[in-house]
């Protein structure tokens, strides 16, 4: 059972901001959020996580509004290194870890 | 430093034979995870070892699944009497969780091509 929904693929120009939402609608207090990326052939790499409000890096923001019943992935300027599958994971927060559900994986193509 | 490595980087093997996959975590990580990845799908998660002991087995997908992990470090996947659709592409990751954070470091994963 699904326990995130993300839009299967989007596309997007070189320099725009992109931003992907997840659906938590079954979100546990405990859980906290997590993106990944994961180019074609190679394991999955962090990019960002948060439990609510606003957090930023280097690379990315994810945005969690008040009530934690989605995220969005926020990448700003994308470039064509950017095209990749990204995944949204809801893990437990600091106790042993239950069943981990990532999303289906949202395909991000940007183009020149 | 060293990534996760992942052993064979391929394999593969007859129907009803069983195969042993070998994961190597980052050194100090104390979370191991087993992930498997059909081709074009996503991540369906198996297993999760805290140390070496496995809280949550409900994900591996049948008897036929078992994992292992000994010393806080290496763990083994296997799979007996290997089906068809047993094929897929299986990665293993490992964290150091602490407090509010917790990044997984994925392996390259080992090819299963069950024939």
């Known amino acids: 059972l699904a326990k995130t929904t993300q839009p299967i693929s989007m596309d997007s120009y070189e320099g725009q901001e992109v931003n992907i939402t997840c659906s938590h609608n079954?979100?546990?207090?405990?859980?906290?959020i997590t993106w990944y990326q994961q180019f074609p052939s190679q394991g999955p790499r962090f990019i960002i996580q948060g439990y609510k409000t606003k957090v930023t890096n280097e690379v990315a923001s994810l945005f969690i509004p008040a009530d934690r019943k989605s995220s969005t992935l926020s990448l700003p300027r994308v470039s064509l290194s950017d095209t990749a599958v990204y995944y949204c994971?809801?893990?437990?927060?600091?106790?042993?870890?239950?069943?981990?559900?990532f999303g289906k994986g949202t395909k991000l193509s940007v183009k020149p | 430093g060293a990534g996760v490595s992942q052993s064979p980087s391929n394999k593969v093997t007859e129907k009803g034979k069983d195969v042993e996959l070998r994961c190597d975590p980052i050194?100090?990580?104390?979370?191991l995870y087993w992930y498997r990845q059909s081709l074009g799908q996503g991540l369906e998660f198996l297993i999760y070892?805290?140390?070496?002991?496995?809280?949550?087995k409900s994900g591996l997908p049948s008897d036929r699944f078992s994992a292992e992990r000994t010393g806080g470090s290496v763990s083994t996947l296997t799979i007996q009497r290997t089906q068809q659709e047993d094929s897929a592409v299986y990665l293993c990751a490992s964290s150091r969780p602490s407090g509010a954070y917790n990044e997984q470091f994925f392996g390259p994963g080992t090819r299963l091509t069950v024939l």
């Open positions: 050194s100090g990580h104390t979370a």
């Open positions: 070892f805290q140390g070496n002991s496995a809280p949550d």
């Open positions: 994971l809801e893990e437990n927060y600091g106790g042993s870890q239950g069943n981990l559900i």
């Open positions: 079954n979100i546990a207090t405990n859980d906290y």
